[in-house]
């Protein structure tokens, strides 16, 4: 640097000097200034002349904590004198919300069945039921939904029109007329050469196998109501052949393919009713029992060939998005204006007053008031594909506490809450009430 670089750049810090000097000089005069005039301002001017909306906010209060020491101590006096007690709280507390946790987790889980490598669909199930019903449609759609090809079970050409006419590539007939011996065993042998014949999904695709991963029974749902006496033995002959023998006779149809692929047989049946086991329901009781009679017996058979057999005992659901209103029905709605008038008189009344409490409680008609479809959807997909399932699946609304209030309950307490009343024999004695004043009451309580 030259001499005279270097003593410019001394010019240039003696002139930042006087300028930092002289600015620092005006700013300490201002503030005396400023400061004296604030503090003649507060010596002159009143207290409060400020007008409240032009006054600045206050600066809010600091957070509150609490700090009631006696309060905290009274609670840990009480937790140590019930250590017991507090230690039961907290497991409850605990067990409750992990369980709680793990039932919310289940139920939104997503459930998909198992592909092959290139996408295509490999498990098959077997649904044996009414193709109107609405748990047979809905069950179906749903398993064909989450990954499956499913085959309904059908008797004649007007059930296989119903299976095809839902326009689902992979919900398929299967023709099985448990009548028809010879040709129940050829349609066994043309669905077991399906499952065993090597499928290609598309050209150039390899070639996979299917495998039958369950058989669903659904018998119908649809049963008779009234007493004993007025139901004839005909109608006692087709409920047993329709749900009973024809249930039996198409396991036993599918029983080696089901041996061959160790499948599961999954048995749907209603509980309420044959929980409770009340009057003027006979026959859905009977039906019921000797269905699970069946499939108490099948799985002890082939418990010993390592295939499970698992019962669901069915509540009440809400089938109000599922198919046609008329076949929503799951149970005959029985009338005492057929009865004879002795019949009349000795069961109507119980008859109208179990009718109407069944009715406001929701366990003998289908109506929105039951659980949702997807729950029993959801048990269905975890019973085929559980490693160890439980043998007695209880699903729906009513199924668990309608149970447990058969079994538990005494009988004459469940008829009283279910409004029937002892009748005298006299009955027989008095005057018959003529068939048009008695219709007249039933009508009543029908529109009630």
Known sequence: MSHEDSHFLDLLADYTRDVRGFTNSIFDASDRHLTSVAGYVKRHVPEGWLPAQARPLPPPPPPHLVTDVAYLQQVQDWISRNRALTVAIVAFAGTGGLLLWRERRKHNRKRRAKRAGNGAKTEVVVVAGPPNSPITRSLSLDLERRGFIVYIVCSNMDEEQQVISEARADVRPLHLDVVDTFGTQEAIERFHDTLQRPHVAFNGASPHSLMLRGIVLVPDLIFPTG????????????????????????TQALLPTICEFKSRVLMLTPSIVASLRPPFHSVETTIVKALEGFSASLRAELGTLGIDVLQFHLGTFDYSH??????????????????????????????????????????????????????????????????????????????????????WFPEGLVGWMMGLRRVSLDTYASPILEDSVQLQSWERVEAA
């Not at 007493?227 to 198409?250: F, G, H, Q, R, Y």
């Not at 109507?348 to 289908?366: D, I, K, M, Y």
């Open 227 to 250: 007493p004993v006496e007025t139901v004839p033995p005909e109608l006692w002959s087709d409920a047993l052949n329709a749900k009973v023998l024809n249930t039996i006779a198409v």
């Open 322 to 407: 599922v198919g046609p209103k008329h076949h929503l029905q799951t149970r005959g709605a029985g009338s005492p204006h057929a009865w004879p008038a002795t019949t009349r008189a000795l069961y109507a009344r119980n008859f109208e007053n179990q009718t109407r409490t069944g009715h406001s409680q929701g366990f003998l008609n289908a109506d929105s008031s039951g659980s949702s479809l997807r729950e029993l959807h959801n048990a269905v997909f975890d019973a085929m594909l559980q490693k160890r399932p439980r043998a007695v699946w209880r699903v729906g609304r009513g199924a668990v506490s309608y149970d447990l209030v058969g079994s």
